[in-house]
C-alpha cells in the first residue's frame, strides 16, 4: 500500500509560479501528476519513473519540472508561466507495477492517488 500527500495548491494571477509536492510512503516505480479541470477529464500532465526518466504532457512541457526526491521519498512540480487553462485540481499517483516508459502518462497504471489539491489561475 502507497499512501500520498499534496500540498502547494493555491491561486495565483497569470504568469506566475506554484510548487506541488506528494510525500509518498513505500516504494514505488513510477510516480505521475494529472489534473482534472471541472467538466474534463483527467489529464496526465508529468511523469517519473525510478530511473528519472521523465515525460511531459505538451501543454505543460517547458513550463513545468517533474522532480522526485528519493532520500525524502517526495515527488514535486514545479509550475512557472502559469495561465487560466492549468486551472484545475492535481492529482498525485504513484504504481509499483513495471510496464512501459509509454504509459506513464496513462492514469490506467496508477494505482495509488493522492487526494488532490486545487491550483487556480486568474487572469
Known amino acids: 500500500q502507497v499512501q500520498l500527500v499534496e500540498s502547494g495548491g493555491g491561486s495565483v494571477q497569470a504568469g506566475g509560479s506554484l510548487r506541488l509536492s506528494c510525500a509518498a510512503s513505500?516504494?514505488?516505480?513510477?510516480m505521475g501528476w494529472f489534473r482534472q479541470a471541472p467538466g474534463k477529464e483527467r489529464e496526465g500532465i508529468a511523469a517519473i519513473d525510478h530511473n528519472g526518466y521523465t515525460r511531459y504532457n505538451d501543454a505543460v512541457k517547458g513550463r513545468f519540472t517533474i522532480a522526485k526526491d528519493t532520500a525524502k521519498n517526495t515527488l514535486s512540480l514545479q509550475m512557472n508561466s502559469l495561465t487560466p487553462e492549468d486551472t484545475a485540481m492535481y492529482f498525485c499517483a504513484a504504481s509499483r507495477i513495471i510496464s512501459s516508459t509509454a504509459t506513464m502518462m496513462n492514469s490506467s497504471i496508477y494505482a495509488y492517488w493522492g487526494q488532490g489539491t486545487q491550483v487556480v489561475v486568474s487572469s
Open positions: 513505500g516504494n514505488t516505480v513510477y
